[in-house]
DNA sequence: GACTCTGAGTTGGATTCTCCAAGTTATGCG
DNA sequence: CGCATAACTTGGAGAATCCAACTCAGAGTC
């Protein structure tokens, strides 16, 4: 999606976690995954997305290693694909986070927010921010260029 | 993008936010203008991307507030366009910030990180993370239906 | 005034992606 | 066997993207 003319991956984190997951619909179907949606059809059901397209994603999902695809049998039924959040999958909780934080800050809907991020520990409200090595929150953060630094990307 | 068929918005904020960053290019450009970019040919310069598509890009996100348009004029030369971030633009930092981190974590380039997050202050490495009400870091987050709460979106 | 240069776009056409509806496959049940 | 269902495939229309070429407006040069 971000990869350069040449084939070689972009130096850039943005562009290449963006591959993975900035294809229309795969942050959903991320974000339904989190909330524990592990079959086609309740990413198809949850989310409304095409099937053609819904297949494709959770391809690409698992090749990234995104998800996991297993088989799953109820009693009395045949096998069934079932998808489950890697631990890399589980990492992507700070980018959704981030979305949702960012939505209600500065696009919220009428209708109040439709998810929310709390604890699993207490249920409290909970939020993402910048820390420092000593887990002390900081006010704002600069984004500088690292070892590998980007003139293009 | 994710506007539901009948043109009311989703209640999911994820879905609501990826309407206004998720187009492609669209969170590359939000990246460059963080370094400090505010040019038209900057942004094509530094990312490539197609001319066409980088003025429809800064369009979307000068009306969704994300971007300010404004004129500058530099000495014998006339006056031009230039884009600075909002506070809303300074506020995607944070998930610019969860999408770097995540690639450093379980994507990392060959050649080491292309950018890297610092305390501002200090210039010590920073990083994302769940802090509750009373900013002490969490292990993990849960994502709950809110009040708005999701059955489709 | 004519000529050129440059930043910031437009325009046209080919390619690719997305959407939707319909069809397919594999299995279990009666 | 015929039917139901989850999980896909397929075909075709429409939209988004890409690329190259072109335009436009003001500044400098002659």
């Known amino acids: 999606m971000y990869t350069r ?4 991956p972009s130096t850039c984190q943005v562009a290449r976690t963006l591959d993975i997951v900035g294809e229309r619909w795969s942050l959903l ?5 989190l909330r524990g949606q592990t079959r086609f059809s309740e990413f ?3 989310l409304g997305v095409p099937t ?7 391809a690409t999902l698992v090749t990234a290693g995104v998800l996991d695809k297993r088989p799953y049998r109820e009693p009395g039924c045949r096998e069934r694909a079932s998808y489950h959040l890697t631990p890399a999958g589980h990492g992507l909780a700070l980018v959704e986070a981030a ?10 809907g009428s209708e109040g927010p439709g998810s929310r991020l709390v604890d699993p520990a207490t249920g409290a409200p909970a939020r993402v921010a910048f820390v420092d090595a000593d887990d002390r929150v900081l006010p704002g953060i600069a984004i500088v260029p690292g070892p590998a630094a980007i003139t293009v990307w």
Do not use: C, E, K, S
């Open 5 to 8: 003319a040449d084939g070689t």
């Open 29 to 33: 179907i991320v974000r339904n995954a």
């Open 44 to 46: 198809r059901d949850g």
């Open 52 to 58: 053609d397209i819904l297949t494709a994603r959770l």
């Open 99 to 108: 979305l949702i934080q960012w939505g209600d800050t500065f696009n919220p």
